[in-house]
Nanobody, 122 residues
Framework: QVQLVESGGGLVQPGGSLRLSCAAS????????IGWFRQAPGKEREGVSC????????YIANSVKGRFTISRDSAKNTVYLQMNSLKPEDTAVYYC???????????????WGQGTQVTVSS
């Protein structure tokens, strides 16, 4: 069984913070580049941030640059997305995914989690 599970979503006020987690089951996450994507209703799924297998390469979308940080913890087989200074336009379902090469293109990813809802509202 191969599975990715996101957690940490919820309701937060503008300017607040959340930390999303992506935990792997059935495989070692260190073997994969990991990407975070998000999708709002009626919109295309877009890349937010991704991290290479070695964690030496990261990409981040311009819309979240300076506010979001991606990291990984090998011991916990988990990748995190720290989200600070959240804005209403960050509201979306957030997905983590695993790929053989680091990329911001969703077509490159082989495994996907179920998604976690992030709502930024006052």
């Amino acid at each position: 069984q191969v599975q990715l599970v996101e957690s940490g979503g919820g309701l937060v006020q503008p300017g607040g913070s959340l930390r999303l987690s992506c935990a792997a089951s059935g495989f070692t996450l260190d073997y994969y580049a990991i990407g975070w994507f998000r999708q709002a209703p009626g919109k295309e799924r877009e890349g937010v941030s991704c991290i290479s297998r070695s964690a030496e390469i990261t990409y981040i979308a311009n819309s979240v640059k300076g506010r979001f940080t991606i990291s990984r913890d090998s011991a916990k087989n988990t990748v995190y997305l720290q989200m600070n200074s959240l804005k209403p336009e960050d509201t979306a379902v957030y997905y983590c995914a695993a790929a053989g090469i680091v990329s911001m293109r969703k077509e490159q990813y082989d495994y996907w989690g179920q998604g976690t809802q992030v709502t930024v509202s006052s």
